[in-house]
T-cell receptor, first 115, second 113 residues
Framework: GENVEQHPSTLSVQEGDSAVIKCTYS??????FPWYKQELGKGPQLIID?????GEKKDQRIAVTLNKTAKHFSLHITETQPEDSAVYFC??????????????FGQGTILTVHP | DAGVIQSPRHEVTEMGQEVTLRCKPI?????LFWYRQTMMRGLELLIY????????DSGMPEDRFSAKMPNASFSTLKIQPSEPRDSAVYFC???????????FGPGTRLTVL
């Protein structure tokens, strides 16, 4: 099955700095790569996603890049703010012949933005 | 619009007891997912349904776990008998027809003593 590795496990930055989180996946059939943000005591919330036919996607301060050949994708947050502090998860979806497929999540990155 | 609703939010029970977790997906969503989150194993998919039919239950850890979706508005995840290693946060998520985004509920924190 799919295996998703996420690094780093913790990341500490100063407000205004950029943060980068990287993930690798194992199954070349995976075609959808979402990123989720999870705040304490809450469920994960989608912040950005990318499909395998796109190399880069940006939404205000957040961007995701995908390298299909190397099977890795990254989350970039610019001009970080204290409210960006949370746990971030990457995921990869392998259709696996079904109508939706199965999301496999990385282990998560605890991001702390210091004022 | 209400999001995914889960109940109870917290459950403390003793080993051997039956536990039932409940989920109400967002109205109009036809996919429903059950996840388990632990420090050791992270966030893992247990089972998912499409139009109330189980599609993939390969993540269900063992026969002690069962899930049902009797109608489009309600699903249950049952653990019988429960064990301390079942302690985790259980999330339910739902997805709109044809869409990729999964919307997660607030989770149920289960503690089995």
């Amino acid at each position: 099955g799919e295996n998703v590795e996420q690094h780093p496990s913790t990341l500490s930055v100063q407000e205004g700095d950029s943060a980068v989180i990287k993930c690798t996946y194992s199954d070349s059939a995976s075609n959808y790569f979402p990123w989720y943000k999870q705040e304490l005591g809450k469920g994960p919330q989608l912040i950005i996603d990318i499909r395998s036919n796109v190399g880069e996607k940006k939404d205000q301060r957040i961007a995701v890049t995908l390298n299909k050949t190397a099977k890795h994708f990254s989350l970039h947050i610019t001009e970080t703010q204290p409210e960006d502090s949370a746990v971030y998860f990457c995921a990869a979806r392998n259709p696996g012949g079904t109508s939706y497929g199965k999301l496999t999540f990385g282990q998560g990155t605890i991001l702390t933005v210091h004022p | 619009d209400a999001g995914v609703i889960q109940s109870p939010r917290h459950e403390v029970t003793e080993m051997g007891q039956e536990v039932t977790l409940r989920c109400k997906p967002i109205s109009g969503h036809d996919y429903l997912f059950w996840y388990r989150q632990t420090m050791m194993r992270g966030l893992e998919l247990l089972i998912y349904f499409n139009n109330n039919v189980p599609i993939d239950d390969s993540g269900m850890p063992e026969d002690r776990f069962s899930a049902k979706m009797p109608n489009a508005s309600f699903s249950t995840l049952k653990i019988q008998p429960s064990e301390p290693r079942d302690s985790a946060v259980y999330f339910c998520a739902s997805s709109f027809p044809g869409a990729d985004t999964q919307y997660f509920g607030p989770g149920t924190r289960l503690t089995v003593l």
